[in-house]
């Protein structure tokens, strides 16, 4: 059984928007509900946890997933003071899961493309996440701002969502770390990568896979 865990609990304070991005207007539909959609109408994904602030739950309730009809959405719980706080209460909400796919929510254009190929790969690997090779050089700057290397842009991928892992394995990652220093997680994969319980395989996603962080991303 294939759940996915839809992160919505930001405030978006980049957005510089009183209305946090996961609820702004797209194209006249909110920026989850084209989320939400995407998963639930895929045949890969049998349930669906939202993790939301306390704050909007009611609204997402009645606004986004009945008002929609979102037949798969079985729980809606609260995140928490970060990110990561708020992915173990979502992988709390659906223990009979096999699989987990962990998205977030502000990324609405993923596409069953993608979604279907993670799946495939996530039984044989255990540990996947989307992402796109990049485009840009990068650069590593120093403390002062100065440049202190160029990695070889052929070795570096923008890592995106969803990230799909077997139940056990992410389930048993974030126990094994929430009594650490989890300040530098900054996805999921990391939770895995720093317990060494399985190898992250990165699927190539989609470079319009984009999350909606800033006024320019809604934009584009």
Same mark, same amino acid.
């Given at each position: 059984? @294939?759940a996915?865990?839809i992160?919505?609990?930001?405030?978006?304070?980049r957005?510089n928007? &009183?209305?946090?991005?996961?609820f *702004?207007? %797209?194209? @006249?539909?909110?920026? !989850?509900?084209?989320?939400?959609r995407?998963?639930?109408e895929?045949?890969?994904?049998?349930?669906?946890v !939202?993790?939301?602030?306390?704050?909007w739950?009611?609204?997402?309730?009645?606004?986004?997933? #009945? $008002?929609?009809n979102?037949?798969?959405v079985?729980k809606?719980?609260n995140?928490?003071? /970060?990110?990561?706080?708020?992915v173990?209460?979502? *992988? *709390?909400?659906?223990p009979? &899961?096999d699989?987990?796919?962990?998205?977030?929510?502000?990324?609405?254009?993923?596409t /069953?493309?993608?979604?279907?190929?993670?799946?495939?790969?996530? /039984? @044989?690997?255990?540990?996947v996440?989307?992402?796109?090779?990049v485009?840009?050089t990068? $650069?590593?700057?120093?403390?002062?701002?100065?440049?202190k290397?160029?990695?070889?842009?052929?070795s %570096?991928?923008?890592?995106?969502?969803?990230?799909?892992?077997?139940?056990?394995?992410i389930?048993?990652?974030?126990? #094994?770390i929430?009594?650490?220093?989890?300040? $530098?997680i900054?996805?999921?994969?990391?939770?895995v990568?720093a317990?060494g *319980?399985?190898?992250?395989? #990165?699927?190539?996603?989609s470079?319009? @896979?984009? $999350?909606?962080?800033?006024?320019?991303? !809604?934009?584009?």
């Amino acid at each position: 059984m @294939n759940a996915a865990i839809i992160v919505a609990a930001g405030t978006g304070s980049r957005m510089n928007s &009183a209305t946090p991005k996961q609820f *702004l207007p %797209l194209d @006249n539909e909110m920026v !989850l509900t084209r989320t939400v959609r995407r998963f639930e109408e895929s045949p890969e994904i049998q349930e669906i946890v !939202l993790v939301v602030s306390p704050d909007w739950a009611d609204f997402v309730r009645t606004e986004i997933v #009945l $008002k929609e009809n979102f037949r798969k959405v079985k729980k809606i719980v609260n995140g928490g003071a /970060e990110r990561y706080d708020s992915v173990y209460s979502g *992988l *709390l909400a659906c223990p009979e &899961a096999d699989y987990v796919f962990i998205h977030d929510g502000a990324r609405p254009f993923v596409t /069953e493309d993608i979604i279907r190929r993670c799946a495939a790969e996530v /039984e @044989n690997y255990q540990a996947v996440a989307a992402g796109m090779p990049v485009k840009d050089t990068i $650069k590593i700057a120093d403390e002062s701002g100065f440049v202190k290397s160029t990695p070889d842009r052929r070795s %570096l991928w923008s890592i995106q969502t969803p990230q799909v892992f077997s139940y056990a394995i992410i389930r048993a990652a974030y126990e #094994l770390i929430r009594d650490t220093d989890m300040s $530098k997680i900054t996805d999921d994969a990391m939770v895995v990568e720093a317990t060494g *319980l399985a190898k992250i395989r #990165l699927i190539e996603g989609s470079y319009g @896979n984009i $999350k909606i962080t800033t006024p320019e991303d !809604l934009k584009i």
